[in-house]
């Protein structure tokens, strides 16, 4: 079946530095890719998306491009800040249309002034 | 204001003793669907419904209960919960239950011990 695997947090950066958190998938058929972010005490929200391969989703300074040659969705920031501080999900959409999304674990990342 | 809303968000009981957590979307929403949170494991989904009176089993549907009468009601029912339903529960909704379009909206969860 679908899984989607992401690496393991915390990460913790300093404000400023560059961010990458890894995402790989494996999956049937050409899913679409999800960035989700879930900030302390909130629900998911999506932060970003791509539908196809090479496509590049874009959101609040975060990219990540859709790459099916490595089956990979990494996200990336250039400069974080402390307000990035949370856990992202990397997620796929099922081929069942009931399921609407596979997730990662998710990742914690801690950001420090 | 859009949302979905979940209550109780905290909630903190004993084995057997059945309860039920409420989930109501304001978005004229026809896909609705439970998860759970647990460290390490993403979200896993319980139940879905693609419409009024459509429910259908997810990942991880054993122990629980859903009911989709109104469209925008989509309740989650424990009948006699256990300490392994101790977890972080969240409600979900889309405009349509069509994987790649559809975007996921998200309540703000409801925590869930079962001592």
């Known amino acids: 079946g679908d899984s989607v695997t992401q690496m393991e947090g915390p990460v913790t950066l300093s404000e400023e530095a560059f961010l990458t958190i890894n995402c790989t998938y494996t999956a049937t058929g050409y899913p679409s890719l999800f960035w989700y972010v879930q900030y302390p005490g909130e629900g998911l929200q999506l932060l970003l998306k791509a539908t196809k391969a090479d496509d590049k989703g874009s959101n609040k300074g975060f990219e990540a491009t859709y790459r099916k040659e490595t089956t990979s969705f990494h996200l990336e920031k250039g400069s974080v800040q402390v307000s990035d501080s949370a856990v992202y999900f990397c997620a796929l959409s099922g081929n069942n249309a009931g399921n609407m999304l596979t997730f990662g674990g998710g990742t914690r990342l801690m950001v420090k002034p | ?115």
Not at chain 2, 44 to 61: A, F, L, W
Request: proline fraction near 6%; aromatic fraction near 10%.
């Open chain 2, 1 to 115: 204001e859009a949302q979905v809303t979940q209550n109780p968000r905290y909630l903190i009981t004993v084995t057997g003793k059945k309860l039920t957590v409420t989930c109501s979307q304001n978005m004229n929403h026809e896909y609705m669907s439970w998860y759970r949170q647990d460290p390490g494991l993403g979200l896993r989904q319980i139940y879905y419904s693609m419409n009024v009176e459509v429910t259908d089993k997810g990942d991880v549907p054993e122990g629980y209960k859903v009911s989709r009468k109104e469209k925008r009601n989509f309740p989650l029912i424990l009948e006699s919960p256990s300490p392994n339903q101790t977890s972080l529960y969240f409600c979900a909704s889309s405009i349509t239950g069509t994987p790649r379009t559809g975007e996921l909206f998200f309540g703000e969860g409801s925590r869930l011990t079962v001592l």
